[in-house]
């Protein structure tokens, strides 16, 4: 699999303020997914990115994956104490899923 | 259906005692994963079979630590002797094919005094 590095580690953030955090590789990535993981849990599939320049949405989240597949970023609009968890971003390749420190969100109410 | 099932849940343990921890992968999924979790080094991989034969070991810390996959519904990672360091929560996981969404088990939070 192919290593991507991720910002920030840490994000705190007001409740009802923004979060975004990015993901980057120095090499041109297959495919991209997101993941959650609440405090306590075990990480649980968001979305999957193919396309150069695709954009996804669910709900509040806005998934976005470069131009030149080589990074990809998670927007929360208006972050909700739901919101709270670790986010980790991975680019499987063939049988690897790295997944690394991830950016962890937390929401002050 | 049921999703990646891991036992046991919580264990306590002695160092130096030998701990097991077991996995059911989800029925049909080929690729099943071990991982490690702390503060410190996120979520680490550990080792990753595909059809029931060792891919990749790599990120096992140490000879301390085995894993075994007799067959595509049981597999095993084993700590003998386990230190306090191993401390951690140990997730299991598997998908069907290679870049598919990967599913986690609840998680062994492992604690070692």
């Known amino acids: 699999g192919q290593q991507v590095m991720q910002i920030p580690q840490y994000q705190h953030v007001q409740e009802g303020e923004d979060f975004t955090t990015y993901c980057n590789s120095s090499?041109?990535?297959?495919?991209i997914q997101w993941y959650k993981q609440r405090p306590g849990g075990h990480p649980v599939f968001l979305i999957q990115l193919v396309k150069s320049g695709e954009v996804k949405k669910q709900k509040r989240l806005t998934f976005q994956f470069g131009e030149a597949k080589k990074n990809s970023s998670l927007h929360i609009t208006a972050t909700q104490t739901t919101d709270v968890g670790t986010y980790f971003c991975i680019s499987p390749g063939t049988y690897k899923y790295i997944f690394g420190t991830g950016t962890r969100l937390k929401v002050l109410a | 259906d049921a999703g990646v099932i891991q036992s046991p849940r919580h264990e306590v343990t002695e160092m130096g005692q030998e701990v097991t921890l077991r996995c059911k992968p989800i029925?049909?999924?080929?690729?099943l994963f071990w991982y490690r979790q702390t503060m410190m080094r996120g979520l680490e991989l550990l080792i990753y079979f595909n059809n029931n034969v060792p891919i990749d070991d790599s990120g096992m810390p140490e000879d301390r630590f085995s894993a075994k996959m007799p067959n595509a519904s049981f597999s095993t990672l084993k700590i003998q002797p386990s230190e306090p360091r191993d401390s951690a929560v140990y997730f299991c996981?598997?998908?069907?094919?290679?870049?598919?969404?990967?599913?986690f088990g609840e998680g062994s939070w492992l604690t070692v005094v």
């Open positions: 090499t041109t990535l297959s495919n």
């Open positions: 029925s049909g999924h080929n690729s």
């Open positions: 996981a598997s998908s069907s094919t290679s870049g598919n969404t990967i599913y």
